[in-house]
């Protein structure tokens, strides 16, 4: 049974404004084709609604098939995952099926209908390509609109991130470059002063 839960989209931007590595999935419009990437550059643009752009080189497969479908999904790897997201970030999708080589099963988002990861992530936003030409065209960046989100409850609930030491394979991941990745740190908490 699935840890994962609906994030309400007030929540949703929590999911990536640590900044952790993801995992970017596609599919073609007709739904035959699908794809997945590794991804190190996102960022949220707005908050209501929830909307975010993350770099896609012009010549990726994930931008064919995201611009084809107008749809793509962001998927937060955790660290028990860090070998899968390395290997998909590693080779293009073209000529295969990452998917299926890399043994990295999917469901379907109820919304948008695209391929999601939750064995292995800890979260998934389903988005809606917002066409900027500019920008898509310029600087190799794509903007999204957030139309859901789903999080495993372990470690993000009423809408925040909870690391600890017990759920350290759930943390989420940083790459810093040559299969280098760093774990999210150890959460410490402000008081009011």
Request: hydrophobic share 40%; charged share 20%.
């Amino acid at each position: 049974m699935s840890e994962f839960r609906p994030v309400p989209l007030e929540y949703a931007t929590r999911l990536i404004n640590h900044g952790p590595t993801i995992m970017v999935t596609s599919r073609s419009k007709d739904g035959r084709q699908r794809n997945v990437m590794t991804a190190a550059w996102l960022t949220l643009v707005e908050f209501d609604p929830p909307r975010l752009v993350v770099v896609i080189n012009k010549e990726a497969y994930t931008r064919t098939l995201l611009e084809e479908s107008g749809v793509f999904a962001v998927c937060v790897p955790a660290a028990s995952f860090i070998d899968q997201v390395y290997a998909v970030g590693s080779v293009s999708g073209r000529g295969m099926d990452k998917f299926s080589r890399f043994n990295i099963r999917t469901v379907q988002s109820a919304g948008l209908d695209i391929p999601v990861i939750e064995e292995g992530c800890v979260a998934w936003l389903e988005c809606r390509l917002l066409p900027e030409p500019g920008p898509q065209e310029r600087y190799d960046t794509c903007f999204g609109e957030v139309v859901s989100a789903a999080a495993d409850q372990r470690i993000f609930r009423d809408g925040l991130w909870n690391f600890t030491d017990q759920n350290r394979e759930l943390h989420t991941i940083h790459h810093l470059g040559g299969g280098n990745f760093v774990l999210s740190g150890e959460m410490i908490h402000a008081r009011q002063i």
